[in-house]
């Protein structure tokens, strides 16, 4: 079985964008978790689908939502996500974390 495990730093970027998108619209915030765990479930299910990314990670665009969900494949089992993020903000500002 695939685990996903996630930097600590995932969880308030998740929270963040959550909360933003409620703000916008009840519901789209919801909307945006939902998309996010689909999105999870594809990369448990097929990891190695999506492209590289910096080298090391691959990037998994979600479809609805301006985010990535960058993602390191550490063996067959275990898959390491760095980072949920946004498109247009800040690329790379998550290389510290590796």
Not at 42 to 64: G, V
Not at 70 to 93: C, E, F, Q, T
Request: proline letters at 5%; glycine letters at 4%; one cysteine or more.
């Amino acid at each position: 079985m695939v685990v996903l495990r996630f930097h600590p730093d995932v969880s308030c970027e998740v929270k963040d964008s959550y909360t933003w998108y409620q703000q916008q619209v009840e519901g789209l915030g919801d909307d945006f978790i939902n998309e996010l765990e689909a999105a999870y479930q594809a990369i448990m299910e097929l990891p190695r689908t999506w492209p590289r990314f910096q080298t090391y990670f691959r990037r998994f665009l979600l479809s609805r939502f301006p985010f990535s969900v960058i993602y390191r494949i550490h063996d067959d089992n275990l898959i390491y996500v760095v980072a949920v993020m946004h498109n247009s903000r800040k690329p790379g500002y998550w290389l510290d974390r590796v």
